[in-house]
């Protein structure tokens, strides 16, 4: 039979086992979500909304830091503490990085996927003095315009922008004179002043020029028709379905955070998405709800990655 000393001793060490696992129980404190962009944009809005639902759910603070710089925000996330309080909002630089530069200082897998939340639908717009006003027309446009083709503006070498372009290149046979601007909004802005004739950029920045008559759009990128501009065709709709990106964001992880917590933030993120004033404040940007499982997102980072991977080599978009 057990002594009484026994019986106390081994109560005080399953006590002392027992209160810190209790007391670790996730989150504990405040979440960090590292958007590398400045405010104001799409990853910026869609990261916005989405940590507010999701702090309803967890109890406690997620704050939002933004780090513009896609690499330095990035790096700043694979490199952190994989205790479950860093998360980095991603973007298409979380597969492209890689591909497109040289000397990071951190590897693909030092990200971990946890979870997709939506999409800003890339929208092909040009000046409205171009004579086009769809793919067809654009396209027989830029054939006429001479050996350095149609002046088109991006937000930077390797952006979503510079990957349209590619594609429309690829898939036409047009020829292109591709500029990379500071961001989006200069690049939007060039086409405006027509000092580029085209661009393609997220569906956030660019609707409501569209809507005002200072832009024309020939078609969005995205693999269905925008649901805040229903009346606008799809590149696949008009005959080029290989021309197909769009503005995302998800959510990922330093490698090594513990899978409950991987899995347990996503079925909070996925849970929140489906409240009704997350997609109040997203729709009518022209934003579009995604979600799905882990391995939905793990599924399409590794398609994605496959398919850019092929563009860059075909297109010599080489590193920097």
Known sequence: MMGRPLVAAVSILVWSVCVPTARAAWPERPIHWIVP????????LIARVAAEAVRKRLGQPIVIENRPGAVAGTAAVAKAV??????????????????LLNNLSYVDSDLVPVGMIAVAPSVIVVNPGVPASDMKEFVAWAKTQGANGVTWATAGSGSTPHFVAE??????GIFMTIVPFRSGGDGVNAVLANTASATSEASI????????????????TYIKRISAYPTLPTTAEQGYPTVEIGHWAGLLAPRGTPQPIIDKMNAELQAALK??????????SGIELAGGSVSDFAAFITSERKRLGDLVIKAKMGKE
């Open 205 to 220: 920045i660019v609707l409501p020029q569209i809507q005002a008559g200072l832009l024309k759009p020939i078609a969005t």
């Open 167 to 172: 594609m429309v290149k690829e898939a036409s």
């Open 82 to 99: 994989p205790d479950g309080y860093t998360f980095l909002i991603g973007a298409a630089g979380v597969i492209t990085n890689s591909m």
């Open 37 to 44: 962009f400045g405010p104001g944009g799409a990853n910026d």
């Open 275 to 284: 409240a009704p004033e997350v997609a109040e404040k997203l729709s009518p």
